[in-house]
């Protein structure tokens, strides 16, 4: 089984209704998939990689080979012990926003991911507007929501991973399982090195690498507003003995101050009870509780902002 591979370009051609259809079916039954002719050319996304491999070596690497993390799994293999370390991730991240520090050194970077960043949010918006007509929402509707109501207000951020080769990798995940918080996550992922898997029906599914692609999965607030039509989905990478995977991941996320709520539209009836869907709550209040339960289960995350 591989998770969908959708050609984007065909939404606007003859095969409309079908790649509308693949779609539905990618956040339906999925809530992962992946797509090519996607629009963000393909000379940005060779920049995308050289700058951010760049990047690990000249201003990352370092810091990571002297962590307390790296020490910590190589005690643990000394003693011989079979414990997996369950509170940690083998993982080296950053995030760039628009208003935070980037790394300086790395010749190039700047400009290519701040122009990286700039087509990804674009493609985001055409996905959201894509689910919109998919679910018989008004243009524009999850957009909306995902910016607070007012325009060009969403939190859109980049993380820059790597999962460097591990030792033991039998006592460390990459990035241990869970469902992202936000809206929709698009993510560019290594070309050859795999390791991220999504869980389908109780079975563990890589995410195939497919180069150049985006995979693009749902998260918590789509599940929301789309009433459980589109299931935020578990994921998780694994810590590799050998390779460097690369993953770029932007997360186009509500602002803080949001509030968000099944979209009417989508409520069944007026007499659905209200145990029945979900919750009406302030994005904020949703994030703290993820912040201490992002490893947990996701339904006592809904419950504990559940106000009415
Ligand atoms: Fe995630």
């Not at 992962?32 to 690990?56: A, D, M, R, W």
């Not at 607070?148 to 460097?164: C, I, L, M, W």
């Not at 145990?275 to 947990?296: I, N, R």
Request: charged share 25%; with cysteine.
């Amino acid at each position: 089984m591989a998770i969908p591979v959708i050609d984007f370009s065909k939404l606007n051609g003859k095969e409309k209704a079908q790649s509308l259809a693949q779609i539905a079916n990618g956040c339906e039954e999925w809530g992962f998939f992946q797509l090519i002719n996607h629009g963000i050319p393909e000379e940005l996304l060779e920049k995308v990689k050289k700058v951010s491999t760049e990047c690990y070596k000249l201003e990352r690497e370092e810091n990571f080979n002297n962590s307390k993390l790296v020490k910590l799994i190589n005690e643990l293999a000394e003693k011989k012990s079979s414990e997996k370390l369950e509170h940690v991730d083998w993982e080296d991240v950053f995030t760039l926003l628009d208003d935070n520090e980037w790394p300086l050194k790395t010749p190039g970077f700047r400009e290519t991911m701040a122009e990286y960043r700039s087509e990804v949010k674009k493609l985001a918006e055409k996905v959201m507007e894509v689910m919109d007509e998919n679910l018989g929402l008004p243009e524009g509707y999850i957009k909306k929501v995902l910016n607070g109501g007012e325009s060009d207000n969403a939190f859109f951020g980049t993380k820059v991973s790597h999962y460097p080769p591990c030792p033991h990798p039998e006592l460390v995940n990459g990035l241990r399982a869970h469902t992202d918080a936000g809206g929709i996550v698009l993510l560019f992922q290594d070309d050859k090195i795999g390791g991220l898997q999504m869980l389908k029906d109780g079975h563990w599914i890589d995410v195939q690498p497919v180069p150049n692609a985006i995979v693009i999965n749902t998260g918590d607030q789509i599940e929301v507003l789309s009433n459980g039509r589109y299931k935020s989905c578990w994921h998780r990478v694994l810590s590799l003995s050998d390779g460097n995977r690369r993953s770029i991941a932007s997360f186009y996320n509500p602002p803080l101050k949001a509030t968000i709520y099944p979209a009417p539209k989508l409520v069944e009836n007026e007499n659905q009870q209200v145990d029945e869907t979900y919750p009406k709550f302030v994005f904020g209040d949703y994030m703290s509780v993820y912040a201490e339960q992002k490893f947990l289960p996701k339904e006592p995350r809904f419950q504990a902002v559940r106000t009415l």
